[in-house]
């Protein structure tokens, strides 16, 4: 069954937290399946623009919301200290009754990482490789961490004594990780595959999806094991036919999620979108 995600955006008017609970209320009542916060601190790279910090909204989003999934698309782990991002993915995994989805990546690459503001004002790592790397370190330590065993880690970009972390998440063995980046790139396929879900996007296709026979790879290559594949990431079609068609494909191919966003408008397109619930195919 495919399911269907709503991203969010956490700027423009999503820059005010309460909006974004409302939505995220309204997504619950329509029927949507998951509610998934882009993760950025200036939002998409500009240093004027209004942002809410996503981890404060989503402990809010999980107290009071009750059934719909909840988590960032995606969160760039380089930019953040893997302890803090475990703590805080516990604690809404704790609140919201074991919900909770870590979405994650690199960051922005090419011309949106010049302009991203959330790495070039704050003196961030910028050399891709190194980035690639503590994404890498970053997702071993937040595992090890939210086992709530005894766990030292020393690597090339982080190292730290033996801690205990507890309480641990809700959900064993771990919250689900999905890995976004570039497909058919090797690096970030290998790490999708590493963890429990693959969030890609085609490079240098502009706004395209996955299309079924990228799927059929990636399914291919996960093998029989619970893995979740997740396409799209755009704005609705408004042919509702052809929607359906693009999403019982992917699904026939191995998808799992439908990812649909949200662009920053006025409150009350973004409502009536959000209000309007997913494309559900027969």
Known sequence: MLRNALNLPNGGECGDPRFVLELAERAETAGWDAV???DYICYQGDPSAPTC???????AIAVRTSRVRLGTSVTPLPRRRPWKVAREAAAVDQLSGGRL?????AGDVGDAFVRDASFTHFGEVVDLRQRAEMLDEGLAIIAGLWSGQPFA????HYCFDEVIFTPTPIQRPRIPIWVGGGYPKRGPMR???????????????????LQPRDVERLRADVGDREFDIVVGGHERNEDSNAERARRAD?????????????????????????????????
């Not at 910090?53 to 402990?59: E, P």
């Not at 880690?153 to 090339?156: A, D, I, L, Q």
């Not at 790490?191 to 999806?209: E, F, K, N």
């Open 36 to 38: 998934l916060l882009e």
């Open 53 to 59: 910090d996503v981890w404060a909204t989503l402990g």
């Open 101 to 105: 989805i870590l979405g994650v990546g």
């Open 153 to 156: 880690f020393s690597g090339k």
């Open 191 to 209: 790490r999708a595959l590493r963890w429990d879900g693959a969030s890609l996007y085609p490079v240098g296709q502009g706004d395209a999806d």
């Open 250 to 282: 992917v699904a026939a191919a191995g998808a799992t999620w439908w990812a649909e966003w949200i662009r920053p408008t006025d409150r009350e397109t973004m409502r009536r979108k959000v209000s309007a619930g997913p494309v559900v195919l027969e």
